[in-house]
């Protein structure tokens, strides 16, 4: 089955404990990003990668790294979390042969205490 | 800067009335709007993707045109039911590796 999983769905956290949100995709698809959704203000992207070893800021990269090493997997890394990243992360995925539809992983909740 | 919104952040309409979802964007040079759909704390699923050289997509009862030289998207939805009860959202990119930026969204609400 075509899909986007991301690990672990729900996380509780203490702040400046590093973690690291997995995002795989079993499609082959060359684009990969990372968004967080809060209520009132939407769904923004935090990074994208265009490729393996290809990554660009979104509009809030602030606070968070990722790594392209291998096209299926795309981890968002929080080096030392605070608790306005408690969020709703999403990671997508999308080919560019065809029409470039994005495909959305489930969704993974953080809180940051 | 792009900017993408969505009217009316609401909507409440009573079972099998068509009706009409907008998406609007500061920036004409776009690659492809997107319409997503997203249940309550689900992920988003793909309704219907429109190449900037296209100027529409139909799936069953879902229509979307684009309209680039106005900024402007819409999403029309026939014979409406409950369970199409959702909040959707549109979605643009400005070229292939580009960012993606997302409206609010609208929240629909159809009423059995």
């Known amino acids: 089955e075509a899909q986007v999983t991301q690990n672990p769905r729900y996380l509780i956290t203490v702040t400046g404990k590093k973690l690291t949100v997995t995002c795989s995709q079993n499609m082959n698809h060359e684009y990969m990003s990372w968004y967080r959704q809060d209520p009132g203000l939407g769904l923004r992207q935090i990074y994208y990668?265009?490729?393996?070893?290809?990554?660009d800021k979104g509009d809030v990269p602030e606070g968070y790294k990722v790594s392209r090493k291998e096209k299926r997997n795309f981890p968002l890394i929080l080096e030392s979390p605070s608790p306005n990243q408690t969020s709703l992360y999403f990671c997508?995925?999308?080919?560019?042969?065809?029409?470039?539809?994005?495909?959305f992983g489930p969704g993974t909740r953080l809180l940051v205490l | 800067k792009q900017e993408v919104t969505q009217i009316p952040a609401a909507l409440s309409v009573p079972e099998g009335e068509n009706l009409v979802l907008n998406c609007s964007f500061t920036d004409s040079a776009i690659y492809n709007l997107q319409w997503f759909r997203q249940d309550p704390g689900k992920g988003l699923t793909s309704l219907l993707l429109?190449?900037?050289?296209?100027r529409e997509q139909t799936s069953g009862r879902l229509n979307a045109s684009l309209d680039k030289s106005s900024g402007r998207s819409t999403l029309y939805i026939a014979a409406s039911q409950p369970g199409d009860s959702a909040t959707y959202l549109c979605?643009?990119?400005?070229?292939?590796?580009?960012?993606?930026?997302f409206g609010p969204g609208t929240s629909l609400s159809v009423i059995p």
């Open positions: 990668s265009m490729n393996v070893e290809v990554t």
């Open positions: 997508a995925s999308s080919s560019y042969r065809g029409r470039e539809t994005q495909y």
């Open positions: 429109i190449q900037s050289s296209q």
């Open positions: 979605a643009v990119k400005k070229t292939s590796y580009d960012k993606v930026i």
